[in-house]
């Protein structure tokens, strides 16, 4: 199976093919192959056992799994090797990448500070395991499951994601707004739905969609402003479907918990990096 994923084999597919395979293209692999080796050698400077897999199978293993989130025990048939050495060598990628700034939301030179151009804001919510614990905050009534939100802030102009927000499932989008949102100047115009309804109370620049209710009902100038609105966020939800491409925030979230964020942050990278 190895020699399927080769170098030899994958320069021969069409660069949208290859993009489909493993959800980056070329230019983001090869990135990742320099970071991950310059880890690597730093790590094995004084001596240590070595990793069963070249630089290279580690990033496509890393990126086969979240691209298709299979359990850890089908590539390890399929590599012939254990599961223990599929998880550590997932978990060496993904934290050696974190520390990239090109792959990473930490430390980034745009900020939720900077005011050189307006917002969208839009919620994204992952399925996970039940919880032993805690099981009423994690609980969605909209989604009917157990979940985690990923609040995104996209930059209207550049597309670029400026930082993620994680909450539980139970709780309102705008509440999740409300906790995060010190530090984003006044001057700075929000693009949200109707899950933030009352945003204009604490933030004057936004645009909020007029709701339509028993008692009001929309106005052609509101359903005119309601549409064009949604014309300008369809951006926010293509970002949405871009980083849903990899099933692991996509379907139900499997690993630790502690690892959401990671995942999460590492995906919203990508796409800066795509973007770019």
Not at 32 to 42: G, H, L, Q, R, S
Not at 141 to 156: A, N
Request: proline share 2%; net charge positive; aromatic share 14%.
């Amino acid at each position: 199976m190895k020699e399927t994923y080769s170098k030899k084999e994958l320069n021969k597919l069409k660069p949208y093919k290859y993009k489909r395979l493993l959800g980056v293209d070329f230019i983001t692999v090869c990135r990742m192959e320099t970071t991950v080796e310059k880890a690597y050698i730093e790590k094995h400077r004084k001596g240590g056992r070595k990793s069963k897999f070249t630089i290279h199978e580690m990033v496509i293993l890393f990126l086969l799994y979240i691209k298709n989130y299979n359990a850890m025990e089908d590539y390890a048939f399929e590599f012939k090797t254990s599961k223990s050495t599929i998880c550590s060598t997932i978990h060496f990628v993904l934290l050696t990448l974190l520390k990239d700034k090109n792959f990473t939301l930490f430390g980034s030179i745009y900020t939720k500070m900077d005011n050189s151009e307006d917002r969208q804001i839009d919620v994204t919510e992952i399925r996970i395991e039940r919880p032993k614990y805690n099981q009423k905050e994690k609980y969605s009534g909209k989604k009917k499951y157990h979940t985690l939100k990923i609040q995104i802030i996209r930059g209207v102009t550049t597309g670029f994601i400026y930082e993620i927000e994680i909450g539980p499932g139970a709780e309102h989008d705008f509440h999740l707004w409300k906790r995060t949102f010190e530090g984003t100047p006044k001057n700075v115009t929000h693009e949200v739905d109707l899950g933030y309804l009352g945003m204009k109370k604490i933030h004057q620049n936004s645009r909020v969609p007029h709701k339509n209710s028993k008692y009001h009902k929309l106005t052609e100038e509101e359903i005119k402003e309601n549409k064009e609105l949604a014309k300008d966020r369809i951006f926010i939800e293509h970002t949405n479907g871009w980083i849903k491409r990899f099933k692991i925030l996509s379907t139900k979230f499997r690993n630790n918990l502690s690892y959401f964020a990671k995942f999460a942050v590492l995906l919203c990278g990508f796409y800066n990096f795509d973007k770019a």
